[in-house]
């Protein structure tokens, strides 16, 4: 594969190398990139201990603390911000929305804390219209498959009321879609992320339109709570904030509005594209 790909990039002439996954791509291939690439970028956002990047010009992500791990190690970084893509705004404007609460990501041994707000938001149901697009990991799968019921691996399947309304992951253009059809998505940080906030699936729900109920941090600028979005503390305070919300719908509406806005204006791929000029043009 690396092999192929220097090859790519040498009959593109390319003069931008931009990787979206410098785990794969380390130093060691940087270094083997042909003449014609003046300037190599990366975007990371997850401690990386291990990982070897000091041959790349620039390393980016909206994670302000793992842009400081990459500081101390002497490697040069920028804040650089995911944007929101005009094919979503089709979804964005839908009004047709008869799921009250969605949950879409991964789900592992490793996600302890999203478990908990799962387990929490799941009690729901009963009243309301949930579902949790879950992309499982392998381990999960084996333990709740027919042989992994007589193996001791009771702590990594999903309780039974997360079960009840969890579907296969999407993805895509499904997942715009889902989101799209929800009035409420939850997202939740997972373990690694410390106090930083603003994963791809804040913007992609804001894209579509939906009000974001997610976990206190600190977000990038624009996603404020009660402007924007609706934060919460403890797993069990975001059921409190979800029925809040559900309860008053056109003051939901208004907050889901606002954050398209933000999306459509603030994080439009224009400006990024500016932005990621302007860092090109600084190295």
């Keep these: 594969m690396e ?35 003046r300037k190599s970028l990366a975007w990371r956002a997850a401690p990386s201990p291990r990982a070897d990047f000091s041959a790349y010009d620039l390393l980016m992500c ?7 791990s990459y500081k101390k190690r002497g490697w040069r970084t920028a804040y650089f911000s995911p944007a929101h893509h005009p094919a979503l705004d089709p979804y964005g404007y839908n009004a047709d929305r008869p799921t ?3 949950f879409v990501g991964g789900y592992s041994r490793h996600h302890r804390r999203r478990r908990e707000l799962l387990e929490a938001v799941a009690g729901l149901q009963d009243r309301y219209r949930v579902a949790f697009y879950l992309d499982r990991s392998r ?23 997360i079960r009840r309304i969890s579907r296969p992951g ?13 009035k409420i ?24 339109g939906a009000l974001m109920v997610s976990d206190r941090g600190s977000y990038p600028e624009g996603m404020v709570d ?14 409190g904030v979800i029925e809040a919300a559900l309860a008053a719908p056109e003051r939901s509406l208004e907050i889901a509005r606002s954050a398209h806005e933000l999306m459509t204006v603030a994080y439009s791929k224009a400006n990024q594209w500016r932005q990621f000029k302007r860092l090109v043009d600084g190295l």
């Design 100 to 102: 009250d609460i969605i």
């Design 226 to 239: 009660g402007v924007t979005m609706l934060t919460y503390g403890k797993p069990l305070e975001a059921v």
């Design 139 to 161: 381990f999960t799968r084996l333990a709740e498959s027919f042989p992994g019921r007589f193996l001791p691996l009771a702590t990594h399947r999903r309780p039974n009321k």
């Design 3 to 37: 092999s192929i790909l220097l090859a790519q990039v040498e009959e593109h002439r390319a003069e931008i190398f931009y990787n979206l996954d410098p785990m794969r791509y380390q130093s060691d291939f940087v270094r083997r990139l042909p003449a014609c690439v």
């Design 62 to 68: 909206n994670f302000k603390g793992i842009l400081e």
């Design 185 to 208: 998505v939850l997202n939740g940080a997972i373990d690694m992320a410390g106090e930083d906030r603003g994963n791809l699936r804040c913007f992609e729900a804001m894209g579509c």
């Design 170 to 182: 999407v993805f895509g253009m499904e997942l715009y879609t889902a989101l799209s059809r929800a």
